[in-house]
């Protein structure tokens, strides 16, 4: 599975049979949110060799992405 942080922070993950990429929405906003940076449930991401790496968010959960692409650190934003 694909994953892009965006250089605005949101996360985009491939998604079914097509491989589209879907910006993810947060399933605890109450209006329509995007899961990304600002959230403080989300984590850093660990980037690792051959451009995979993995994310933590909520719920203690990890996502683990064959590769993920961090365009928050591309661009060099600060990260905070
Ligand atoms: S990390 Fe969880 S709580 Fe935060 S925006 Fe993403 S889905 Fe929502």
Same mark, same amino acid.
């Given at each position: 599975?694909?994953?892009?942080?965006?250089?605005?922070?949101? +996360?985009?993950? *491939?998604? @079914?049979?097509? /491989?589209?990429?879907?910006?993810? =929405?947060?399933?605890?906003?109450?209006?329509?949110? &995007?899961?990304?940076?600002?959230?403080? +449930?989300?984590? *850093?991401? @660990?980037?690792? /060799?051959?451009?995979?790496?993995? =994310?933590?968010?909520?719920?203690?959960?990890?996502? &683990?992405?064959?590769?993920?692409?961090?365009?928050?650190?591309?661009?060099?934003?600060?990260?905070?």
């Amino acid at each position: 599975m694909k994953g892009v942080i965006e250089d605005d922070g949101c +996360l985009w993950m *491939e998604r @079914g049979v097509s /491989g589209e990429m879907v910006k993810q =929405l947060c399933p605890y906003a109450p209006t329509a949110k &995007y899961c990304g940076y600002r959230c403080p +449930l989300f984590g *850093e991401p @660990g980037l690792e /060799g051959d451009r995979g790496g993995y =994310l933590e968010i909520c719920n203690n959960r990890v996502l &683990y992405f064959t590769e993920l692409t961090d365009g928050v650190e591309l661009q060099n934003i600060k990260k905070y």
